[in-house]
């Protein structure tokens, strides 16, 4: 995030007096320039300029020589008869155990009260016997540099400088009382990466008077003297060439021990970052001024002509970070020609870092300077793949002025010319290939169309200016020939202009008209029938969580055979996480790993559910991605939407542990399958929906004589992460068809133990999608509530032991016909009493219908449901 001293600020806008960091973060926010942080000052007074007086060695018993000094500090020096230690002239005692200064020099003082960098709070204390009231600083104490062996002379220090007398301020002298905004900056605004473009966010705010740097007239022409540049970009990225502008320009004769100007020092300091030598300052300091990032080579480095080309396959280069890194084939390079072969030599990644090879180093005396202009999509794919994020790549990933190199190269010539002490080379070279700037087509109702607002030609002429926009058309025009400014790449369209209206007119003028809702609209019944599931369960006591959809390779985990197609998971092209890259095909894949760790921090019951989507990928066919430039064709479209696999919607729910809560008024109960299986039962009530239950290796029975059947579970692992003998299956009619929908009982023991759940934990999965489709294909239909009593039968029926109960259950159902409010097995039977190879079925039968049955109706009903299954099933009444 770029850091924003109001000091430097002030060199391209007029700051209005007593305008502090808030102030600033306010007019920035009315431009969508939005406050970070507000850093505070790196130190607070008092901090005072001293004057050495008076300076006594004094060794102490372990040895360590210290300096008890008196120190003129002007206005601050101790007041008479305070108790303070006697001395022959105004001054404070203070204790230093530094020895690089002499009676006489003038020091940094900080007083009690001060605070300096760490916090580290300064108080008068006794010491060596001495009262040491207050403190003479190093550069370190200061946060100024890492020099902690001396402490400051001012006069050494800033040679070129008049010092200020004793007692006064020294904070503003050394920079160091300056709060600092930090700002964030959105994507599309890569300018205001610099000074420069904050500086004209800020006048366009307040009407301040903003002076562009950006903008001048007095550049040097390219010449045949300059350093040369080829760009071979024979792989452009989406059409677009990796570097359209490159200029080059040279200084000779840099002292190399020249040091960085301490104002140059205190800025980069301020805005984040730390100083290197001169040469390299200097290049920082231009990017952060003007938005344009450069680097600098040791021109006697470098072989002519530099070529930019894309790497070729198996190339490494080892950058300034020490890192050796292997290219890719799209990486965009700057490379040399040693011995004369063009583009041979790697000396840096375009517009993210440079290499080890060519730096500036201490001993350089001659200088290359580089300023060019990138594609901004080569550089942040560059910056993402070796996870380089620089602070050149930060401004080039988001779109720099294309007009800037030759500005910021000047600037940074003059600089080192001035602070270097170097001679400007007149070889001037500048590489431009800029396509024309972009000119739209600007309709006026636009923005009213647009915004609700009605704006005057006038004004929006006014503001479309004030942002560098050129403007062609009279105010009668129906639209304008809008030429966009070179720092704006981000304004394409009409509609990026309208929005540069608004935001400069004032968002707060755009009136807030809520929309009226169209009546008959609302939740779809699908949506409806979730939320529905999810209460239920709520309301059964499970707890309702969200998981991350991505999953690692768990099918082992739960048992899951080879074949099973719920390993057939889709797998991402590029995960969030590395361990995760699948999407999942059940809820379970999630929801196991979240009942484990619930139980492993110590739940002693675990409910949980959720409700989400599971991907299918069986039957999808791998799409091509289209261009974003135009609308897909049909067919495009058509392809895309075979390669998306099925998302069904799942609910899916585990439980582990007690069922019941302790307590005395009852004993505990540990969870079972049935306890599962009533969840179900409970959503596909909610839905309006009846379910059949069955055991998961028992045939379904038909729904219609000669409708397809569900084809039973054959193989243990068909069913996992379910026991194989304590799974049921649901399923629905749904016309003549019998539709799956569950399963739901106890998991295998292997699983429990993969997933760290307690023994004999049970879940079940349900397809929502599937018990909505035979929701909404049957109307729910709602019977009044009946004041007729209810009649009570039991049967007990002797079937064959392979017919499952759910078959039975539906025997008695169509025989016992409407009355039949309710049937449930009660009891099940096999032993010495029924013969080998059956067993007896007990019904409990709720009966009721629209007048009081009699016991001649009922003794019916039981006959009927006795005949019907004798003929239907071969069973028998119970004797």
Request: glycine share 8%.
């Amino acid at each position: 995030m770029p850091l924003i001293p109001l000091s430097w600020l002030a060199d391209h806008v007029d700051v209005a007096p007593g305008t502090d960091a808030a102030a600033l973060a306010a007019a920035l926010v009315r431009v969508g320039l939005e406050e970070e942080t507000i850093h505070p000052a790196r130190v607070t007074g008092p901090l005072v300029v001293g004057k050495v007086l008076t300076l006594v060695k004094e060794e102490q018993s372990n040895g360590k020589v210290i300096n008890y000094c008196r120190v003129d500090v002007g206005e601050h020096n101790d007041a008479p008869g305070t108790g303070k230690e006697p001395s022959d002239l105004p001054s404070r005692g203070i204790i230093c155990g530094a020895h690089n200064f002499v009676e006489g020099d003038l020091v940094v003082v900080s007083l009690p009260g001060a605070v300096l960098p760490g916090p580290f709070p300064i108080a008068a204390r006794k010491t060596y016997g001495h009262i040491s009231d207050g403190m003479i600083c190093s550069q370190r104490e200061l946060g100024l540099g890492e020099d902690h062996d001396g402490i400051i002379v001012l006069t050494k220090m800033f040679p070129d400088r008049e010092i200020p007398a004793p007692g006064t301020d020294v904070i503003p002298f050394l920079g160091l009382g300056e709060e600092v905004l930090e700002i964030n900056v959105t994507p599309d605004r890569g300018y205001c990466f610099s000074m420069r473009g904050v500086a004209r966010e800020y006048a366009h705010s307040t009407g301040a008077a903003f002076r562009d740097p950006g903008l001048r007239s007095d550049l040097p022409a390219a010449n045949a003297a300059g350093f040369p540049v080829v760009v071979k970009d024979e792989a452009p990225i989406r059409g677009r060439v990796g570097c359209d502008r490159f200029v080059t320009r040279i200084v000779r004769g840099i002292n190399p021990a020249a040091p960085t100007p301490r104002w140059m020092v205190e800025r980069l300091e301020m805005a984040g970052m730390r100083s290197v030598s001169l040469a390299v300052d200097i290049t920082n300091y231009v990017m952060l001024d003007l938005g344009q990032p450069m680097h600098a080579y040791d021109l006697a480095a470098v072989e002519a002509p530099i070529v930019v080309r894309r790497a070729q396959a198996g190339e490494t280069l080892t950058t300034l970070d020490e890192v050796e890194r292997v290219l890719d084939e799209q990486d965009l390079l700057i490379t040399d020609s040693p011995n004369g072969e063009d583009g041979s030599r790697i000396i840096g990644i375009a517009g993210v870092m440079g290499g080890r090879y060519s730096e500036v180093e201490d001993s350089t005396v001659d200088v290359l300077l580089e300023a060019a202009h990138f594609d901004a999509i080569s550089i942040a794919r560059s910056s993402r793949r070796h996870r380089l994020h620089s602070e050149a790549a930060k401004r080039f990933e988001r779109g720099t002025d294309p007009l800037l190199p030759a500005v910021a190269a000047q600037r940074a010539v003059e600089l080192l010319v001035e602070y270097g002490g170097g001679t400007a080379d007149e070889a001037v070279f500048d590489y431009n290939e800029l396509p024309a700037a972009t000119v739209i087509t600007y309709p006026l109702a636009e923005a009213e169309r647009l915004t609700g607002v009605s704006h005057e030609p006038a004004r929006q002429r006014e503001l479309l200016e004030t942002i560098g926009c050129v403007v062609e058309g009279t105010d009668s025009d129906v639209s304008w020939q809008v030429t966009v400014p070179s720092w704006r790449p981000d304004l394409v369209g009409p509609a990026h202009l309208v929005e540069e209206i608004a935001r400069l007119d004032g968002y707060d003028n755009i009136p807030s008209i809520l929309p009226a809702a169209p009546a008959g609209r609302g939740l779809t019944l699908g949506q409806k029938a979730r939320r529905w599931a999810a209460e239920t369960l709520v309301q059964a006591g499970m707890v309702e969580v969200e998981c991350y959809p991505f999953v690692s390779d768990s099918f082992d985990r739960q048992g899951m055979g080879e074949a099973d197609p719920r390993r057939q998971a889709l797998r991402l092209r590029n995960p969030l996480a590395d361990d995760a890259p699948l999407l999942r095909t059940s809820v379970l894949d999630t929801l196991l790993d979240v009942a484990g760790r619930n139980v492993s921090r110590g739940m002693p019951a675990v409910a949980v559910f959720e409700v989400a989507k599971v991907a299918r990928p069986a039957g999808t066919v791998a799409a091509v991605l289209p261009s974003a430039e135009q609308r897909p064709a049909d067919e495009v479209i058509a392809a895309l939407s075979a390669g998306t696999p099925s998302q069904p919607w799942h609910v899916g729910g585990v439980m582990a542990g007690t069922a019941t809560l302790p307590g005395v008024l009852g004993t505990q109960r540990h969870v079972d399958w049935a306890d599962a299986v009533e969840a179900v039962r409970r959503i596909a009530s909610a839905l309006g929906v009846r379910v059949e239950v069955t055991r998961a290796w028992d045939p379904a029975p038909p729904a219609v004589k000669g409708a397809p059947v569900p084809t039973p579970a054959t193989d243990p692992v068909e069913v996992a992460p379910w026991h194989p003998g304590r799974v049921a299956r649901i399923f629905v009619r749904s016309g003549r068809d019998l539709v799956d929908v569950a399963l739901a009982g106890e998991l295998l023991p292997a699983a429990c133990k993969a997933f760290g759940l307690p023994a004999r934990s049970v879940a079940f999965e349900c397809d929502l999608d599937a018990l909505i489709g035979v929701m909404s294909a049957s109307a729910l239909q709602v019977k009044p509530v009946s004041t007729y009593p209810v009649a009570k039968e039991d049967v007990a029926l002797v079937v064959p032991a392979n017919i499952p109960v759910a078959r039975v259950e539906q025997v008695i159902r169509q025989a016992a016909g409407a009355v039949a409010e309710d049937v449930s097995l009660f009891d099940i039977y096999e032993g010495d009493q029924v013969e080998e190879g059956f067993r007896s079925l007990a019904f409990a039968l709720r009966l009721r219908a629209d007048h009081t049955l009699t016991a001649e109706e009922t003794a019916k009903v039981r006959a009927d449901i006795v005949a019907k299954a004798s003929k239907t099933l071969g069973a028998s009444l119970r004797a």
